[in-house]
């Protein structure tokens, strides 16, 4: 399998993991003018692209994805609650193809890939993350959340790839300029991971099969990429984890990541 964050962060995001035969789309949170821009960036095929899971119905993760899944054709997975939200936002319309309902902790057989969602803690109407695994592989998509319940560290853990949250530095946060009211939902458990609780999480969950980990969803006005990356490594060290064998990769704004192969 082949992983790239197309896009990462407040102004829109999409991953794209890849298989010989056949690709899964994570959300599309830019113009599908924009995502076709970015993904001709990479080597990965459009063409291959025939299902999308949807995370929760925040523009940076939906804004495209009705155009999208129109023009691609695509099979749309999503939470019962999420999709009525994309039709009450006019995301969706009713003469779209039919979204296919998925159910916390329910597992899926989606063009070869298996495909298990799980409860995220965020201020959207039913958020969730998504396990993703083919060919004995295992990736986790594990953004947007306050915090890693227990229940969720058991059932992620493990991975051979994250995509992991590192959303803020709190002392850039509060120094921000941004409204009062903003960072304390940012700052709550149904807002975003700092870098600290991110690697932290990541420090709780990850094996020693855990070999690639993209730091995700970086906030431009509150974080910055190497502030993110250091935090990574000191709590890795401080939990006195062997990261020698761990690859860590940076994500953009409206830029692909790195390409990551499985």
Request: with cysteine; proline share 2%.
């Amino acid at each position: 399998m082949k992983v790239c964050l197309l896009t990462s962060g407040s102004i829109g995001n999409v991953v794209v993991v890849e298989d010989k035969t056949e690709s899964i789309l994570i959300d599309c949170g830019v113009t599908f003018k924009k995502f076709s821009e970015l993904i001709s960036q990479t080597d990965l095929k459009v063409e291959k692209i025939k299902n999308i899971l949807i995370t929760h119905e925040h523009s940076d993760h939906i804004k495209g994805v009705g155009v999208t899944t129109r023009k691609l054709n695509l099979q749309m997975w999503a939470t019962e609650k999420t999709a009525n939200m994309m039709y009450e936002k006019g995301i969706l319309k009713e003469t779209d193809k039919k979204v296919e309902y998925v159910e916390k902790y329910q597992t899926y057989e989606i063009a070869g890939f298996k495909i298990t969602p799980f409860p995220l803690s965020h201020d959207a109407v039913d958020p969730v993350g998504y396990i993703i695994e083919r060919n004995g592989k295992k990736i986790v998509w594990l953004t947007d959340t306050g915090y890693v319940s227990k229940e969720v560290r058991s059932a992620v853990q493990g991975a051979h790839l994250y995509i992991m949250e590192m959303n803020h530095n709190v002392d850039m946060l509060l120094s921000s300029s941004r409204p009062w009211l903003l960072k304390q939902r940012i700052l709550s458990d149904f807002g975003h991971l700092s870098n600290e609780d991110g690697a932290y999480a990541f420090s709780q969950i990850m094996t020693n099969q855990t070999q690639h980990v993209f730091l995700a969803h970086i906030s431009k006005e509150a974080n910055l990429v190497e502030v993110a990356m250091k935090a990574m490594k000191d709590i890795l060290k401080q939990e006195n984890i062997d990261a020698s064998k761990l690859r860590i990769y940076e994500t953009y704004p409206l830029r692909p990541s790195r390409v990551v192969e499985l």
